[in-house]
Nanobody, 129 residues
Framework: QLQVVESGGGLVQPGGSLRLSCAVS??????????IGWFRQAPGKEREGVSC????????YYADAVKGRFTISRDNAKKTVFLQMNNLKPDDTAVYYC????????????????????WGQGTQVTVSS
């Protein structure tokens, strides 16, 4: 089981920015992550996929709701993925979860939480004036 730790959440005004980080550790020797994804869950709503990136070729996925505002990037040496969130809106308010897997490769077409084996505890993002 991998250890996944998110950081960077907080309170921001509409139009503001936040940068979330996801650090993954606990790999068995010789293994590495294949994909890291970001999901979010707002009160009373189902968890939804936000973005994902693969380690090998940086294939990325963005949900329609965040395209053009969020950017996912990776630092393979540090086994860390970042989610830069700009022009935040109140609808972006949610607990953001990072998930990692060593076998699944996300595509640009969709994101399913069931494909990820290891999850972080989540970090709260609140967008409010």
């Amino acid at each position: 089981q991998l250890q996944v730790v998110e950081s960077g959440g907080g309170l921001v005004q509409p139009g503001g920015s936040l940068r979330l980080s996801c650090a993954v550790s606990g790999f068995t020797s010789g293994l590495d992550y294949s994909s890291i994804g970001w999901f979010r869950q707002a009160p009373g709503k189902e968890r939804e996929g936000v973005s994902c990136i693969t380690r090998i070729d940086s294939t990325t996925y963005y949900a329609d709701a965040v395209k053009g505002r969020f950017t996912i990037s990776r630092d393979n040496a540090k086994k860390t993925v970042f989610l830069q969130m700009n022009n935040l809106k109140p609808d972006d308010t949610a607990v953001y979860y990072c998930a990692a897997d060593i076998d699944y490769y996300c595509s640009e077409y969709g994101l399913d939480s069931g494909d990820f084996g290891s999850w972080g505890q989540g970090t709260q993002v609140t967008v409010s004036s």
